[in-house]
Nanobody, 119 residues
Framework: QVQLVESGGGLVQAGGSLRLSCAAS????????MGWYRQAPGKQRELVAG???????NYADSVKGRFTISRDNAKNTMYLQMNSLKPEDTAVYYC?????????????WGQGTQVTVSS
């Protein structure tokens, strides 16, 4: 069982920045892909940014140019740098990881961290 622990959420004014971290209890060497999702009240969970094992990155259109996903393989930690935050970025942010286990994939989620952007 892999545990993902997010941190770094909080309250920030519009235009501000936050950096989220996601620490995994297992090595990234077995990772297929990782990503950050978010869910605002009354809305479906959506992909914010994703990164594959070979380094391909994709972003939701709404965060392109403002958010940056990265990872530190030595620390088994993934990050989401969020700049120029807007009130519509307010949501619970979840870390996601897909691990390769033998011939299958297992999906893991963190517990979520609240990000609130005030106007």
């Amino acid at each position: 069982q892999v545990q993902l622990v997010e941190s770094g959420g909080g309250l920030v004014q519009a235009g501000g920045s936050l950096r989220l971290s996601c620490a995994a209890s297992a090595s990234f060497s077995s990772i297929n892909s990782m990503g950050w999702y978010r869910q605002a009240p009354g809305k479906q969970r959506e992909l914010v940014a994703g990164i594959t094992s070979d380094g391909r990155i994709n972003y939701a259109d709404s965060v392109k140019g403002r958010f940056t996903i990265s990872r530190d393989n030595a620390k088994n930690t993934m990050y989401l740098q969020m700049n120029s935050l807007k009130p519509e970025d307010t949501a619970v942010y979840y870390c996601n990881a897909v691990y390769i286990v033998l011939i299958t994939h297992k999906v893991y989620w963190g517990q979520g961290t609240q990000v609130t952007v005030s106007s």
